[in-house]
């Protein structure tokens, strides 16, 4: 399983927009081929800040969603409204503690 994470910032004036493009899409994010798990977040301290956090069953499903036109569209629009360059990683889980 890829573990992907990628951080973006965008302009306060543009959040509005990017939460309505992410809620007109999230299902068919999550229901591409190879997404295991999708979820949004938002830094806790800094408002214009926010964090996509997804599961992908391989590099492979991730490429192939990164080569849609779904991903194409989306990101598309997305991009037009960060404040900084987007930084995104890609990683393995390797443990998860329970309690």
């Not at 391989?58 to 900084?84: C, G, I």
Request: proline content about 4%; some cysteine.
């Amino acid at each position: 399983m890829l573990v992907r994470i990628v951080r973006m910032t965008f302009r306060p004036e543009t959040i509005p927009a990017f939460l309505e493009n992410f809620e007109t899409h999230k299902d068919s994010i999550r229901n591409f081929p190879g997404c295991r798990h999708l979820e949004l977040w938002r830094d806790f301290s800094s408002e214009n800040i926010f964090i996509t956090y997804s599961h992908w069953e391989s590099e492979d499903a991730l490429n192939q969603y990164r080569d849609s036109e779904l991903f194409k569209s989306v990101w598309s629009f997305t991009k037009a409204l960060f404040a900084e360059k987007p930084h995104a990683f890609s990683s393995k889980k390797l443990q998860e503690v329970g309690k």
